[in-house]
């Protein structure tokens, strides 16, 4: 029995050891307690190594459970990543008011610009009332070219709309009986913001916010998680989407583009089109505005009801210059674009060009000798250019669609 | 030995001890250690309990918080809370082991009836501490039992209503139904369980010790002493230890996200383990036939054995399945494989 007892003493040690080396080398988790929500999050145990997801979102301040949701105590990642919203991608529109929303973040004010989720929502990309109101009307399945559906039953919550349009009833191919409907749910309603992506490298993007926000084309090397946020989108990204291919409305199917395109002059997918510099140089975002890309409350019927930057708003016409306006507080919303986005030093002062919507072309700025320039946003290139006015342009004013400047500044290109 | 010597005298813990037992009755395989580690595991039980109360915190938006607070944060917390976990789980089986040993050994007969009830008393109230310990994890995997199980109370006519009330301070689970769970797992049924387990072993003594057959009747008369007693409980007590640290060491504790919203009743949710066959019989008929009735009866049969079947023969005593106790054996048993296949059928995977 003594025997019995001292190899049975022996095992009780050895596996007390066992349990003195599990305590010690476990891991003690890396604490944050970030400043908006005062609690502790473990989660920098793991991913210590993931870049700040952007200057405006800090980690001391914001940490990741704020926006990710999960487990903070957590040191197992099943369990850690078990209550995430949206996955890896908090900013899912089904899930983008609990992550990203709130009065002092962005489902706020819209006067002091932070009602970015309501407009989302309510935004043809987000909506794709367009493509929808499209084929009902031209199929004859709706009287009047106005929107009555979206991909989700979606209103104007502020109860004021210039469009007039007020909610959206859910598309469903069922509510037609047509073959036109249950192809077009077939092929074509996975096209917006708020669905993934086609399959294939070159439609690689998030959705939500991150559709456009987190850039996925070159940011995949080393197999890395892709953790960004940026107000740098290049025109690679809005390519995720856009510039394709070409629609058949016959077949009601999406043909993909074949040509595989060596510049960005030939990364347009309009076959026989004429381009201006501006547009073959730029990034998409830095002409069109906050408001034509991301809604601006209101719900309508087609792109071309949101989309109002002409050539004229960053040129002028013969008769007028663009129109202007002189920082003069820290508050300015183009001071914290300018901020959050710095290819420009901006500062109190300075005159930029604003839209005929009053929106701020924070990224222009007027020069003493009378030029502008601009400084391109995602890759931060400055350009300089004229005004229209005083030059040997003969443009009439109210003719000011792209297709009359094409005329004379286009760049022909081989097909 | 000398009695007049201080020092030879034996200590408190042989003094705990008959001086002496029969050696065929405290051989393993008679009593497969079950009542002693029940004992065992019990006071492990106390021990870890005692410091996972000061981690612990019972209020509904910290609690399954503060157990991953004491899993991941608090040295050895994961080792601790492992530990009270598969004590808990293991004291289930070795009550129940030590229920069945002495149904199937007729030990219930007189005059043990008093002992035997206590101790059916005793594994009701581990049963409904694992439950209760269970429902103090208070996140997304507890939520059969916390709406479902507790649920079941209400089917008992005339007191169920006031009886839910009593167990979770309001006519739906609530923030005061967490505080009331852990003050009954803490201290009603800790305090209930302790009692009785003195009282139960202070009657096993009181009852002549191990039920054994009279002298005369006996196949051997070789005894061992408490000493040798006290050994082999040492060996399975160091044994005891090293088995639930390797499980506390290698098997974590299930471990779930807080519970959101406890209106939400969830298809997938399980029963904890001991209650599977209870929810299993849920699925074949009404809540107050399958959830109540059928659970009581199966407690009122085993309460009745002394009662209502021929009593065993007292040479028949101290031997596995006495030939007097035929039909209680084979009831029971029928009674323990339905439960067996019930369990077993709860846990196919929802269709």
């Known amino acids: ?415 | 030995m000398d009695p007049h010597r201080p020092s030879k005298r034996p200590d408190f813990y042989l003094h705990l001890h008959p001086p002496t037992i029969p050696a065929r009755q405290a051989r393993f395989r008679y009593t497969l250690g079950a009542g002693g580690l029940s004992v065992f595991l019990t006071l492990v039980l106390l021990v870890s309990g005692i410091l996972l109360m000061f981690y612990y915190i019972p209020i509904t938006k910290q609690a399954a918080e503060s157990i991953q607070r004491i899993t991941y944060l608090v040295p050895f917390g994961f080792w601790v809370r492992n530990l009270h976990y598969w004590s808990a789980q293991l004291l289930v089986l070795t009550s129940l082991t030590h229920l069945l040993r002495v149904v199937f050994s007729g030990a219930y007969a007189p005059p043990r009836r008093l002992n035997y009830l206590i101790g059916l008393f005793m594994f009701a109230t581990i049963l409904l501490l694992d439950f209760s310990g269970y429902l103090l994890r208070w996140d997304e995997g507890i939520r059969w039992a916390l709406v479902v199980g507790t649920n079941l109370l209400k089917f008992i006519p005339l007191v169920g209503p006031s009886l839910y009330l009593l167990v979770l301070g309001g006519d739906l689970p609530n923030p005061s139904s967490l505080i009331r769970l852990y003050s009954w797992h803490i201290f009603g049924l800790s305090l209930m369980a302790v009692i009785l387990g003195v009282w139960h072993i202070f009657r096993v003594r009181r009852d002549g010790g191990i039920a054994v057959a009279p002298a005369a009747a006996r196949q051997s008369h070789a005894r061992i002493s408490r000493f040798e007693l006290a050994q082999r409980e040492g060996l399975a007590i160091l044994y005891g230890i090293v088995s639930l640290s390797l499980l506390s060491l290698f098997l974590p504790a299930p471990i779930a996200p807080p519970m959101s919203d406890v209106s939400l009743a969830s298809t997938e949710a399980r029963a904890p383990w001991f209650f599977l066959w209870v929810q299993e019989l849920l699925k074949y008929g009404p809540p107050f036939t399958m959830g109540v009735l059928i659970p009581a009866m199966v407690f009122t049969y085993f309460a009745l054995i002394p009662y209502l079947f021929p009593t065993p023969q007292p040479h028949e005593l101290g031997e596995w399945f006495p030939k007097s106790g035929r039909m209680v054996q084979i009831s029971s048993a029928i009674i323990l494989f339905v439960i067996i296949w019930m369990t077993i059928l709860a846990l196919r995977p929802a269709p």
């Open chain 1, 1 to 415: 029995m003594k025997t019995k007892l001292l190899v049975a003493s022996c095992a009780l040690l050895l596996t007390w050891v066992l349990v003195l080396w599990k305590g010690l080398t476990t891991p003690q988790p890396v604490v944050l307690i970030p400043v908006l929500s005062g609690s502790a999050e473990y989660c920098l145990t793991c991913h210590l190594e993931l870049p700040q997801i952007s200057n405006s979102h800090p980690i001391e301040t914001f940490g990741c459970v704020i926006c990710h949701g999960g487990q903070p105590l957590a040191l197992e990642a099943d369990l850690a990543h078990s209550t995430m919203r949206g996955g890896d991608n908090p900013s899912r529109l089904d899930v983008v008011e609990q992550s990203c929303g709130g009065e002092k973040c962005h489902s706020g004010d819209m006067a002091l610009g932070r009602d970015h989720i309501p407009r989302v929502l309510t935004s043809i990309q987000a909506t794709y009332s367009g493509a929808i109101t499209q084929i009902l009307f031209s199929f004859g399945l709706q009287q009047e070219n106005v929107a009555r559906y979206g991909v989700r039953l979606t209103q104007d919550k502020d109860g004021n709309s210039l469009s007039g349009i007020m909610q959206l009833e859910a598309f469903s191919p069922q509510i037609f009986e047509s073959s036109v409907t249950a192809a077009f749910a077939q092929n074509c309603l996975g096209c917006h913001i708020g669905a993934d992506p086609m399959p294939g490298e070159e439609y690689q993007r998030f959705s939500g916010c991150a559709a456009c926000h987190t850039p996925i084309l070159g940011s995949k090397q080393n197999g890395a998680p892709i953790h960004t946020l940026t107000l740098a989108i290049p025109y690679s990204q809005c390519n995720t989407c856009h510039n394709r291919g070409n629609y058949d409305l016959r077949a009601m199917s999406f043909i993909p583009r074949t040509d595989q395109p060596s510049d960005r002059f030939h990364d347009y997918y309009q076959p026989i089109a004429q381009f201006v510099r501006c547009e073959w140089t730029l990034d998409c975002v830095d002409c069109h505005t906050r408001q034509e890309a991301m809604g601006d409350g209101d719900i309508h019927s087609d792109q071309k009801d949101i989309q109002y930057v002409q050539c004229r708003t960053c040129h002028g016409t013969i008769l007028e210059p663009p129109l202007t306006q002189t920082i003069t507080h820290a508050e300015d919303l183009a001071l914290k674009m300018a901020f959050l986005n710095p290819v420009i030093n901006l500062k109190i002062g300075d005159t930029i060009l604003v839209t005929e919507k009053g929106e701020p072309l924070w990224n222009i700025r007027l020069l003493p000798d009378g030029r502008y320039e601009l400084f391109a946003k995602a890759s931060g290139q400055r350009f300089t250019f004229r005004k229209v006015m005083d030059t040997a342009c003969q443009q009439n004013p109210l003719e000011q669609g792209s297709r009359y400047c094409h005329q004379c500044h286009a760049e022909e290109r081989a097909p």
